[in-house]
């Protein structure tokens, strides 16, 4: 199993991101899926989170500006993310936790990071 993150890059204060995190390989169902972010100097924080039924919850400072979505088909899940502040300025990491077979246990995977700067 593989998770692919892209979409980061430099955006002005008040600008739009989508980012993407692709799953690969042998995957039965995605159960959970998130985004988490690292700040420099800072510990890496939760952004969002959905669960397979749909729920979907996410960090007060976020909350009204990102969106977090999934696309069955294309085993992909997004962080849309609007009013981008540079407090929002982090290496943003995808995170699902998923089976691989049916009766499989959940097992959770991470994807590389991709960079995200909100500055003018």
């Known amino acids: 199993v593989q998770l692919q993150a892209s979409g980061g890059g430099l955006v002005q204060p008040g600008g739009s991101l989508r980012l993407s995190c692709t799953v690969s390989?042998?995957?039965?169902?995605?159960?959970?899926m998130a985004w988490y972010r690292q700040a420099p100097g800072n510990q890496r924080e939760w952004v969002a989170a959905?669960?397979?039924?749909?729920?979907?919850n996410y960090v007060d400072s976020v909350k009204g500006r990102f969106t977090i979505s999934r696309d069955n088909a294309k085993n992909t899940f997004y962080l849309q993310m609007n009013s981008l502040k540079p407090e929002d300025t982090a290496v943003y990491s995808c995170?699902?936790?998923?089976?691989?077979?049916?009766?499989?246990?959940?097992?959770?995977?991470w994807g590389q990071g991709t960079l995200v700067t909100v500055s003018s």
């Open positions: 959905m669960v397979s039924g749909g729920a979907s």
């Open positions: 995170n699902v936790g998923l089976r691989r077979t049916v009766g499989s246990r959940v097992t959770e995977y």
């Open positions: 390989g042998s995957v039965f169902s995605l159960n959970t």
